[in-house]
């Protein structure tokens, strides 16, 4: 039982690891990769859909992005909200492909980003000790109610705590990557 609880903490600890890893990869930084694309959708046919599953990237330079619809109709609802998005760029479109063009980022940008990615970890953290804290909850709930013994749950809170250690360390080892990502000129 108390594996149980124990093994679903880690679980939810790992979503919450994934989760900041795909929101890292949303910041961007000096290069041009897809995932920057990520989270914009564009108006597809009266739906907001992915601009991920309307068109493929590809990445010719290390600071441009070409992307090219897979239906041409929607070219220019994707350069609209690739416009329209929070990623600073001014794609241009040749009737084909969008070339998007990314600017070299200012120092100012990059500590912007860098207290961003530092936000999206601390996201990350909080998540992992809330997983912790309601595994805590259930084991004490457990012991309340005569289900296990003291030992069992102290054994318990120190797997759990090693639980929560492994997946904090794992998040400040993605946000000192990231970071140094950002900051490489």
Known sequence: MLSDIISTADHKMDQAVEFS???????RTGRAHPAMFQKITADYYGTPTPIQQLASFNVPEARTMLISPYDQSSLAAIEKAIRDS???????????VIRVQLPILTEERRKEYTKLAKAKAEEARVAIRNARHHAMDACKKMEKNHEVGEDEIHKAEKKLDD???KHVESIDELLKHKEAELLEV
Not at 21 to 27: C, G, V
């Open 21 to 27: 890893k795909e929101e890292f990869a949303a910041i």
């Open 86 to 96: 929070d990623l600073g760029v001014n794609p241009s479109n040749d009737g084909h």
């Open 163 to 165: 639980v929560t250690k």
